[in-house]
């Protein structure tokens, strides 16, 4: 009888084990599963600058996506008004066999000039508000695209952005999202030496809020 009984011990630790094991495999499976958004690869480059009037009509290049080993069909959705000045935006949209949906996009601006001779790039301090707000303005390409490490320049939040220069003294602050939520596209101004914008927060509690900001560059 003792016998049957640590059999019966053994079976018992067994099956727990055995348990628990299929339980953190299925959650690392289904973990593994879920992460696997869709990937896209960009075709040519995914910024973008035109002078106005040097295209006749844009033709995108499109993007590939895919999840693992498939293969997915790409959507898009947007334009380029080649006579018009402005930031446009072409967004890529792919699902996979998961159901799960995931987008990239291209930027294409449309300038008053050639920009390339321009340098917005270096460190800023909030004009209105002395050393309170700073930031750091980092050049993506020779194209007019920029980086900011924070668009806001609060400490203790993140607010990365992109802004484009048009020439002729106007810029774009392009959509994104940070700490705030997500933001809109904004027009908005500069001289060699200052920017101008205004980020205006979408999403609950701010609901469209503007909170326009003006910086003047402490050094390059």
């Given amino acids: 009888m003792r016998g049957h009984k640590s059999n019966r ?37 995914a910024y973008q600058s035109y002078v106005v009037g040097e295209l ?36 890529y949209f792919a699902t996979n066999s998961d159901g799960l949906i995931s987008s990239a996009e291209r930027l294409v601006a449309i300038t008053y000039s050639d920009v ?35 668009i806001m320049g609060y400490q203790g939040a993140e607010m990365r952005g992109k802004i484009v220069d048009l020439g002729n003294h106007e810029l774009v602050l392009v959509h994104g999202e940070g700490d705030f939520g997500r933001f809109d596209d904004f027009r908005g101004e500069y001289t060699l030496s200052s920017l101008f914008w205004s980020v205006k927060l979408l999403d609950a509690p701010y609901n469209g809020l503007e909170v326009p900001i003006a910086w003047q560059r402490v050094r390059k």
């Fill in 9 to 45: 011990y053994c079976w018992l630790i067994f099956l727990v084990f055995a348990f628990f094991g299929c339980e953190e495999w299925k959650e690392t499976a289904v973990a593994s599963r879920e992460s696997q958004l869709p990937q896209f690869e960009i075709l040519g480059e």
């Fill in 56 to 91: 006749i009509e844009y033709n995108d290049l499109g993007a590939k996506a895919f999840s693992d080993d498939e293969t997915l069909t790409v959507f898009y959705s947007g334009e380029v008004e080649v006579d018009e000045v402005g930031l446009y935006t072409i967004t």
């Fill in 116 to 150: 390339s001779e321009n340098d917005l790039s270096g460190k800023y301090e909030g004009a209105n508000f002395g050393a309170l707000l700073e930031m750091n303005l980092s050049k993506i390409n020779e194209k007019g695209f920029y980086e900011s490490n924070d």
